[in-house]
């Protein structure tokens, strides 16, 4: 039986909401029915200063939080994270957790989900550890490659990191995947993009600011090159973990 609530004996303030205020959103972009990904979703969570969420639960999803913007502590299981810039957090199938902007300036936190089966253990990825451990550090010409959330941790289907680019690299060769599909968000610089299946019907080629993503099915080649500065971004698969 649910214990009675008590009430105030004495009237609070109201609080006024204009239409587009809001302290916590969610902006869903790509997934599942709104582009030609099966099993992968993004979207952003935003955060106003002192702003909160209610919980969230994701019944056949297992989820990976990306700290892009500002500073957030998730609530789960009892246990509270705090991510900071470019730490991440997984959260495995029917796991409620809630989020808060606990710094000064409105956060940003990149989710993506994939659909999975099996519930595994919450995992926390800590940027400045990662970004200086070199087992986790993949050094490739003209990039390097983090490895935030590898085949080492148990989960279904996600595989995730980071990859910052030197000014003026190109990924070469190109590259696709067969049985995973991805999305790659772009936090920091500007550039360009390919995705496409074989050269003869490249159609997809585009500039890339920060903010921008693109969702890549299988079978897609998609090279990234950078311009003046540093490109960072954010990929993420789901699929088969080799």
Known sequence: MNKPHEYPTTANDPTMLRRDDA???????????????????YGVYKISPNGQSDNLFHNDRET????????????????????????????PLQT?????????????VVVCKALAN?????HYSSWKEISQNE??????DGKDVFLMFD??????????????????????????????EEVYIFSKGNG????????????????????DAVAIP????????????????IWCIAGERY
């Open 23 to 41: 302290v916590f959103t969610y902006e869903h972009k790509a997934g599942p029915g709104t582009c030609n990904l099966d099993l992968l979703s």
């Open 64 to 91: 990976l939080l990306f700290s892009v913007e500002g500073k957030t502590e998730v609530t789960v299981e009892g246990q509270k994270f705090v991510l900071d810039y470019y730490d991440t957090l997984y959260i």
């Open 96 to 108: 409620a957790y809630s989020l808060r902007n606990c710094g000064d300036v409105a956060a940003r």
């Open 118 to 122: 099996k519930r595994h253990n919450l």
């Open 135 to 140: 087992e986790r550090i993949r050094h490739l």
């Open 151 to 180: 085949v080492t941790e148990p989960d279904d289907r996600l595989i995730a990191g980071y990859t910052i680019y030197e000014p003026y690299t190109r990924a070469w060769p190109p590259h696709n995947h067969t049985d995973q």
């Open 192 to 211: 360009a993009m390919e995705v496409y299946a074989d050269e003869e019907t490249k159609t997809f080629v585009t500039s890339m600011d920060e903010g």
């Open 218 to 233: 299988v079978l897609n080649f998609h090279p990234v090159f950078s311009q003046e500065e540093e490109l960072h971004f």
